[in-house]
Every structure is written in structure tokens, then in C-alpha cells.
């Protein structure tokens, strides 16, 4: 049984971004951009790495984001101006890729829309795995949607919107099973 990773693995791991929404007309988009690279250039995460991208594309406003904690799989938090704002993955949107709110203490003042693109090996790597007998599916921290999108033409089990712990905990099923278990990417 192999599972593997979406973002970086299966994915270029390069998200762009698509659209900007904003919820609070007191903000730009050059504002919410400059908000979010603020806290994000303290993240390794590839959405992080595309709001500092973009942000410097704009040559936008420099903010300081203090106090930056991190919760792998959550989101990421920090206080730029004497203000608390985060960014976590939306948790209501029709719209496909992936999407992260920008909020500004509880009330979300922008959304991101960013897509990612598979890589061209994907589809060989996934024929070559089966035709010598190994099982596949995917763990991500993305919504099912989205990865369905993605990865719906292989018809491989999905396991959305899992935290670390969770593919932990299917890892570990899987390997309870008597089965031989690697994952690919995901550190």
C-alpha cells in the first residue's frame, strides 16, 4: 500500500493564486496581500510560499506580523499593527482549488482562491505502482472535493481534509492490517 501526499507530491506544489475576495471595503487587495505575506514569510508551507511570491509581485506595503504561531494543518496566526490575523482553510466555499480565509480576530476580511497543477509524471507513476500489484490512495489536508477534481481520474480512495494526525491514524490502520505501508511526501 503506497498513499502519498497532494501539494508538492502529486502537485507542482506551486499554488497560483486566482482570485481575491474581500469581505471588509476598509481593505485593498494590496492590503489583505500585504497582511497575509506578513504572517505567511515565517511558513515553509507552499501556500505560504505563493502569498510572499505575490505579494513582492505587487511590490506592496512591508508589514511586521509578531507573535506567528503556527498549527500545522489549522492555519497560522500572528499580530501585525497590534491586531490578531490569521489564515485557515475556508471552511464553506463552492469554489474548487484551494481556499484560505484572512481574518482579521474572528471576522473574515478577504478569501484566497489558489490552484495547484498536477505533475505530468502523475498518471505513469500511478499505472507503474498498480501493474506490480501495489494498492494506492491519497491522504491530503485539502478539501474533497478539490482533490477529487484533481485525482478523480484514477479512481484511488481519497482521504480528505486530514490533518497530520489523522494520516497518522490511516497509516497505522493499514499496518494493524498486516499490511506493508509507505507514504509518499508529507515529510
Known amino acids: 500500500m503506497f498513499f502519498f501526499d497532494k501539494t508538492g507530491t502529486l502537485t507542482l ?6 482570485k481575491v475576495t474581500l469581505f471588509d471595503k476598509h481593505f ?5 496581500l500585504a497582511l497575509a505575506a506578513a504572517l505567511e514569510q ?3 508551507h507552499p ?3 505563493a502569498f510572499v511570491k505575490e505579494h ?19 492555519g497560522i496566526t500572528g499580530t501585525i499593527g497590534g491586531e490578531k490575523y490569521s489564515i485557515v482553510q475556508a471552511k464553506q466555499s463552492t469554489e474548487s482549488g484551494i481556499v484560505v480565509d484572512l481574518t482579521r480576530g474572528e471576522t473574515s476580511i478577504a478569501r484566497f482562491f489558489f490552484d495547484d497543477e498536477l505533475k505530468t509524471e502523475v498518471a505513469q507513476t500511478f499505472d507503474y505502482l498498480r501493474g ?5 490512495g491519497i491522504l491530503t ?14 479512481k484511488l480512495p481519497i482521504y480528505a481534509e486530514c490533518r497530520p494526525e489523522r494520516k497518522t491514524e490511516l497509516i497505522q490502520r493499514y499496518q494493524k492490517e498486516g499490511q506493508l505501508v509507505g507514504m509518499v511526501g508529507d515529510g
Not at 485593498?28 to 489583505?32: L, T
Not at 489536508?141 to 484514477?154: C, I, T, V, Y
Request: glycine fraction near 10%; charged fraction near 30%; hydrophobic fraction near 35%.
Open 13 to 18: 506544489g506551486i499554488p497560483q493564486l486566482k
Open 28 to 32: 485593498s487587495q494590496e492590503k489583505v
Open 42 to 44: 515565517h511558513s515553509f
Open 47 to 49: 501556500i505560504a510560499k
Open 56 to 74: 513582492l509581485s505587487f511590490e506592496g506595503e512591508h508589514l511586521i506580523a509578531e507573535n506567528v504561531e503556527e498549527k500545522i494543518g489549522e
Open 132 to 136: 506490480h500489484g501495489y494498492t494506492l
Open 141 to 154: 489536508g485539502d478539501k474533497k472535493k478539490n482533490a477529487e477534481r484533481l485525482f478523480g481520474q484514477f
